[in-house]
């Protein structure tokens, strides 16, 4: 029986090779589709789920305001907490990045990416086997680095790492000990980690005001999570407002209504200002990636949605295409199908052979998909930035539930088409006059047109969004302005005193328009923010501590008022400009002259900057606070980079003498290199790009697949009406007429398709685009052009057919009749 279900299935594949092949095609595309999907959400949220205190390890979001939010907490809170409270076993702090630092082999310096900034106690939150140096206590002294295995072999080959010093920000690290990343995915995955942290706390430990690492606390319970929220606020309270109300000899309460504008009862029960606990199993999970405290970093869950969908739609849309071309083939074999009635074949037995079929095509379909995955995967984990594997004890039992899913729907659906056929009809060739299966197939083919349609408004927006970023006026002009990374190594109260020697013997060099500072980095996210206060209003802003001309540099504009200036000396004393962002948080309609408390300093704004974007098009405008270099001193000091703008002809060799004199001064432990200002700030579009491109992509496929299925039923059906088609001609229907006739019913397909398709596009697109402060409107013209598009397209592919079904011989069609 198998055998001859094996010849008729053969004999089937070698009549119609062409919809054979396509079919395989699109059924291995749907099936590498959704592996990778799934492969990919697995290596994402398989972070940390081997940490033995993943269910009771936590972060603190610090929420400042409504808008804002820190995954830090000053250094004073982790020794407080934890002697307050019982349920806090232990505490640590790290730096929720990573770093980058030298060593020395052999003479010769190299550099060092990926070092992590943690506590000694990193370990008892992180734990990973340390495969040489003291286990129980890694971080052997102060000052000291353990470095993973994998990276030493990198660096050193089979030299011993222990001893080696790594130099990080011009602090010496000596390695002692060596540990394993694990094979699991973790929030930690750094080349080295040094204890920096712990000199860190032991100097802010009064810095009460201070947010600069993020604390990890370990419960005895998860449960007491919100207990632990309520405390820091607390201490907050008692330790921090309470000591600013007694410098100002002032009861708390008073204080808080002064400066908060509400009770203390009342500022204890609002939830815009206060801290919130994050269990570290789903930091990499969190739908806001701000909210990550790890240097890893969340993942970005809406496009990981998206790819999970959009591939399940595509095998959706091949499993449709089977179905849809399986019950049209089941027209041309209604003779077979009725030949093998009338010798005994039962309904059941027609089942079985329609799932026989089915297997063997997605057994064939699994094939072409793991050489899919095989050529393809290399290229996703470059531009998914992943390590994803395709683990077979992992994937068989998911694919063999796709296949058993998809074998029923294409076996049974046509085998019950097939074998509902009345021996006499289809022995008589009349079974082309029946309605059977007509409405699934119609139904299905507007499904495809459905997605299709979806896809092709979705990369249109998806097009449009990334272009709008791309053009976008920023409020700044970095084309000609390059940023050079400023990590000065002398003493740092003498950083900006270098600086300015250094602007003097550069701005000698004809290459050179202008050589600025500043303590922000456009498309970075470096920088101090500090309270004001204003009216019994609170703002929180960005500390911008510059040189006079920095706004020029840039061309960023002023809205009113003047720029600081060093004509006027109060400007490096009192006076401060502030954005246009800042004006707004204020709610103040004229600010020029008016006064702001700042850190206990009365300030007096003189200007207002124009609003300009300074870390990405996803984030709304900062609210900023320019002070000269010498108002604030810290402030100035934070700086990071020297902005130079340079003329258009031989950049090259005005950056050479620049690099020069850099190397000449000797003034910082990094070499010396540089970035054009747009180059970099187009960086922060990269997230956005590939979430075009794998729309793009997916739209590619999910239209061949959709016209692909379009071609085969419609070729089947014209080829089933040649008899009508050819008494039409006899009867004198001109081809137009006949091509109309032919067509029209998969224009009207195509039609509902679409109209269907609009709610969802819009919908999904739209909030889609809600995660960027700064969108294009969804207009009619995407819907426009996809219906047009998909129109011509749809056209075009019956047309091809109707146009051969035109020009048959007609006595090869009516001879029988």
């Known amino acids: ?305 998206i790819i999970i969908g959009l591939s399940l739609l595509i095998l959706i849309l091949s499993v449709f295409n089977y179905i849809n071309l399986s019950t049209a083939q089941a027209i041309s074999r209604t003779r077979e199908v009725g030949i093998r009635k009338t010798l005994g074949a039962t309904k059941k037995n027609l089942i079985f052979q329609g799932l026989f079929e089915a297997f063997i095509t997605s057994a064939l379909a699994c094939i072409i998909a793991f050489v899919l995955i095989e050529f393809t995967i290399p290229w996703l984990r470059v531009f998914l930035n992943s390590q994803m594997e395709v683990e077979g004890a992992y994937i068989l039992p998911w694919l063999l539930l796709f296949m058993v899913c998809v074998i029923l729907l294409v076996g049974i659906i046509p085998a019950l088409f097939t074998a509902s056929f009345k021996t006499l009809e289809v022995l008589k060739g009349e079974v082309n006059k029946s309605k059977k299966g007509k409405t699934l197939k119609n139904v299905m083919l507007v499904v495809q047109f459905t997605v299709a349609c979806f896809f092709m408004v979705g990369s249109y927006i998806v097009y449009e969004q990334v272009t709008y970023m791309m053009n976008k006026d920023l409020g700044f002009k970095g084309d000609q302005v390059v940023i050079i990374p400023y990590l000065y190594k002398g003493p740092h109260g003498e950083k900006l005193n270098v600086y300015h020697s250094l602007k003097e013997e550069i701005m000698t060099l004809n290459g050179v328009e202008d050589i600025s500072i500043a303590s922000i980095g456009i498309g970075s996210n470096f920088g101090s923010s500090s309270s004001f206060l204003y009216k019994g209003n609170r703002v929180q802003g960005i500390n911008v501590g510059m040189d006079y001309n920095y706004l020029d540099v840039l061309d960023i504009k002023m809205k009113e008022g003047r720029s600081l200036s060093s004509e006027f000396s109060t400007d490096s004393i009192s006076n401060i400009l502030i954005s246009e962002r800042t004006v707004y948080e204020m709610k103040e309609e004229n600010p020029i002259g008016k006064t702001i408390e700042w850190n206990d300093r009365k300030l007096t704004i003189v200007g207002v900057v124009k609003d300009f974007n300074l870390y990405n098009l996803k984030a709304d405008y900062a609210p900023l606070v320019f002070f000269s270099l010498k108002t604030i001193s810290w402030v100035g000091l934070n700086s990071r980079q020297i902005t130079v703008k340079v003329k258009g002809d031989n950049v090259e060799k005005t950056m050479n003498e620049i690099a020069k004199i850099w190397e000449r001064r000797d003034v910082s432990e990094e070499p010396f290199s540089y970035e054009f200002l747009n180059k970099k700030y187009a960086k922060t579009f990269n997230n956005v790009k590939k979430e075009r491109d794998v729309f793009l992509t997916l739209n590619a496929i999910v239209v061949f697949i959709a016209l692909f299925g379009l071609y085969s039923l419609a070729s089947f059906n014209i080829n089933n009406r040649l008899k009508e088609v050819a008494i039409r001609k006899v009867l004198g229907a001109s081809a137009s007429s006949l091509l109309k006739q032919l067509s029209m019913q998969y224009v009207m397909m195509c039609l509902i398709g679409f109209g269907i398709a609009i709610f969802p596009s819009y919908y999904f697109l739209n909030k889609w685009l809600s995660d960027y402060a700064f969108r294009i409107d969804i207009s009619v013209m995407p819907f426009v052009v996809s219906l047009l598009l998909i129109l011509l397209l749809t056209g075009i592919v019956v047309f091809i057919k109707a146009w051969s079904a035109t020009k048959i011989n007609v006595l090869k069609y009516i001879k029988y009749e």
């Not at 008692?238 to 400066?259: H, I, N, P, T």
């Open 1 to 305: 029986m198998l055998k001859n279900w094996l010849k008729i299935y053969w004999s089937n594949v070698l009549k119609n090779k062409i919809y054979f092949i396509l079919t395989l095609v699109s059924l291995g595309v749907g099936f590498a589709s959704v592996i990778l999907s799934f492969v990919h959400y697995r290596e994402e949220v398989s972070y940390d789920q081997d940490n033995p205190n993943k269910d009771n390890i936590f972060t603190v979001e610090s929420i400042l305001n409504t808008d804002t939010s820190w995954m830090k907490l000053p250094y004073p809170f982790g020794s407080k907490l934890q002697e307050e409270s019982s349920h806090i076993v232990d505490y640590t702090y790290m730096d929720n990045y990573y770093g980058e630092g030298k060593i020395a082999i052999g003479g010769v310096i190299r550099e060092v990416e990926k070092v992590g900034f943690v506590k000694s106690n990193f370990f008892s939150f992180f734990p990973s086997e340390i495969i040489k140096g003291d286990r129980s206590n890694p971080f052997s002294g102060p000052n000291t680095a353990v470095i993973a295995e994998e990276y030493a072999k990198q660096l050193f080959g089979d030299e011993d790492p222990i001893g080696k010093t790594v130099v990080c920000y011009k602090e010496n690290y000596v390695i002692s000990a060596i540990y394993k990343l694990k094979e699991r995915r973790s929030s930690v995955m750094a080349n080295i980690l040094v204890n920096a942290v712990d000199q860190y706390e032991k100097e802010g430990i009064e810095q009460w005001g201070n947010y600069n690492s993020t604390i990890w606390l370990k419960l005895d319970d998860a449960k007491y999570t919100a207990e632990v929220e309520w405390l820091i606020k607390d201490i907050l309270i008692r330790y921090v407002y309470a000591s600013l109300a007694q410098d100002k000899g002032m009861s708390l309460e008073e204080y808080m209504v002064e400066e908060e504008g509400v009770t203390l009862d009342e500022f204890r029960a609002l939830k815009d200002k206060g801290y919130k606990l994050h269990i570290l199993s789903e930091q990499r999970m969190q739908k806001r990636s701000e909210l990550s405290g790890t240097p890893e970093g969340a993942t970005n869950v809406g496009r990981l949605n």
